[in-house]
Every structure is written in structure tokens, then in C-alpha cells.
């Protein structure tokens, strides 16, 4: 059974930093294409950012410069590291897996995790 566990949310202040971790059990993520999402409350999931099986990442504007995604392949975890937050990043944050970089470019993930919350204060 595969399952992504996401931790490391939080609340923070803006301007801080909080780093996820979406640890993956199951299966391998050298297999997956792996994404870090977000939703908030009434809005719609965006993607935030990717990282492919290999190659490059890929990040929504609102956050390059800012986030780095970053996996430990032996580990089995995809990380988020999140600098410079604003409040408009506070959102449930989710990781997601897909065997296909198109369909995870789209939102639809193979799996899924349960999301961690990151609220971002002034």
C-alpha cells in the first residue's frame, strides 16, 4: 500500500521559513514524478512545485526564488524548503506522486498525501 506522509507545517510569521517533508512508504519514488500542491479554504489546488524522475524542478511563479523542492532518493523523501513566506502561502500543502510527469503537471497524482497545514502570520 502506498502511502506520502507530509510533515513539517506549521505557523510562522511572515518573512520566515518552514521546510516539508513528504516521506513516501510502499513504493520508490525513484519510479514517480513527485509535486508538492496547495489549497486553501475555497480555493481552488494549485501546483506549487515538481521535480521529475530526473531532470529539472519546476515552480509555480509565485514561489521561484522563494521555495526549493528537493528529494533524498535512498530516504524515500521529497522535501519543500520555504523561505520568504507571505500570507497569501497560507494554505494545506500536499505532496503527490504520478508514474507520469504530465498527469502530475496537471494535478492528477497517482497518490496522495493527507496534506499539513502552514499558516503564515503578520
Known amino acids: 500500500q502506498v502511502q506520502l506522509l507530509e510533515t513539517g507545517g506549521g505557523s510562522v510569521q511572515a518573512g520566515g521559513s518552514l521546510k516539508l517533508s513528504c516521506v513516501v512508504s510502499g513504493t520508490t519514488i525513484r519510479l514517480h514524478h513527485m509535486a508538492w500542491f496547495r489549497q486553501a479554504p475555497g480555493e481552488e489546488r494549485e501546483g506549487v512545485a515538481y521535480?521529475?524522475?530526473?531532470?529539472?524542478?519546476d515552480y509555480a511563479d509565485f514561489v521561484k526564488g522563494r521555495f526549493t523542492i528537493s528529494k533524498d532518493v535512498p530516504k524515500n523523501i521529497m522535501y519543500l524548503e520555504m523561505n520568504t513566506l507571505r500570507l497569501e502561502d497560507t494554505s494545506m500543502y500536499y505532496c503527490a506522486a504520478a508514474r507520469t510527469w504530465l498527469s502530475l503537471k496537471e494535478g492528477r497524482g497517482d497518490f496522495w498525501g493527507q496534506g499539513t497545514q502552514v499558516t503564515v502570520s503578520s
Open positions: 521535480i521529475p524522475i530526473r531532470g529539472s524542478t
